[in-house]
Nanobody, 119 residues
Framework: QVKLVESGGGLVQAGGSLRLSCAASGNINSVNVMGWHRQAPGKERELVAAIANVGSTTYANSVKGRFTISRDNAKNTVYLQMNSLKSEDTAIYYC?????????????WGQGTQVTVSS
């Protein structure tokens, strides 16, 4: 069983910054991808950023240059530094871990943390 605990959401003014954290515990294979998705009201959940255990990263075009994802493998924790926040970044942010066991990928999700950017 894998448990994800998120923290760091909140209310911030446009142009401000927030840092999200997600600590993972449980049976996570060494081959994994940790990431953040978000879902705004009336919209589908979308990938924001992800980082593999080897360090490679991917970002949504809308956050490139403003958000930075990082991880601490010793702590099984992933971070999302969000700068220059815009009102359109307002959403519930979900931590996601994909863990590979043999040829199968398993998905785990956090409970979500609200990020609200006021204009």
């Amino acid at each position: 069983q894998v448990k994800l605990v998120e923290s760091g959401g909140g209310l911030v003014q446009a142009g401000g910054s927030l840092r999200l954290s997600c600590a993972a515990s449980g049976n996570i294979n060494s081959v994994n991808v940790m990431g953040w998705h978000r879902q705004a009201p009336g919209k589908e959940r979308e990938l924001v950023a992800a980082i593999a255990n080897v360090g490679s990263t991917t970002y949504a075009n809308s956050v490139k240059g403003r958000f930075t994802i990082s991880r601490d493998n010793a702590k099984n924790t992933v971070y999302l530094q969000m700068n220059s926040l815009k009102s359109e970044d307002t959403a519930i942010y979900y931590c996601n871990v994909k863990s590979k066991v043999r040829v199968t990928w398993y998905d785990y999700w956090g409970q979500g943390t609200q990020v609200t950017v006021s204009s």
